[in-house]
């Protein structure tokens, strides 16, 4: 696991598991745009990191990044944080997710991943440097 700088009292934080080329642009582009952002390798990591830190605000998946039953996932982590939104990145919508999942077909651009991560959470509040 990697994780950016610690994170403010009561910031967001964002959780991925993906499988590794995805998992490294959208975990850099949403650090370059000041989310806090922690990657999971696989689910049983996304699942771990869920439940072990505070103030989680999205969690994003890939089908093929998981290694387990996606929407099985979901509902699971669902019980420890009921309506976590989460984003579904991937070539098509997964037959079994809930119906409040967030699609993304995989060719996004980097605007497009903005944009949609900016309407299921709060941007993020980049505090100037002195």
């Given at each position: ?26 975990t ?10 922690f ?5 049983e ?6 439940s072990d ?16 039953d ?6 699971s982590?669902?019980?420890?944080h009921?309506?976590?939104?989460v ?9 079994g997710m809930p ?28 505090v100037p440097?002195?």
């Amino acid at each position: 696991m990697s994780s950016p700088p610690a994170a403010r009292p009561g910031a967001l934080r964002i959780v991925i598991c993906d499988y590794n080329a995805l998992l490294h642009s959208v975990t850099g582009l949403l650090r370059m745009s000041g989310y806090y952002v922690f990657q999971a390798y696989n689910g049983e990591a996304a699942e771990e990191l869920c439940s072990d830190l505070h103030g989680i605000g999205l969690l994003v998946l890939n089908t093929e990044g998981t290694g387990v039953d996606t929407p099985a996932l979901v509902r699971s982590i669902r019980k420890t944080h009921p309506g976590l939104p989460v984003l579904h990145i991937g070539t098509a919508p997964i037959p079994g997710m809930p119906s409040n999942v967030q699609h993304l077909p995989e060719s996004f651009t980097a605007a497009q991943l903005l944009q949609t991560v900016s309407g299921l959470v709060p941007g993020p509040q980049v505090v100037p440097q002195p």
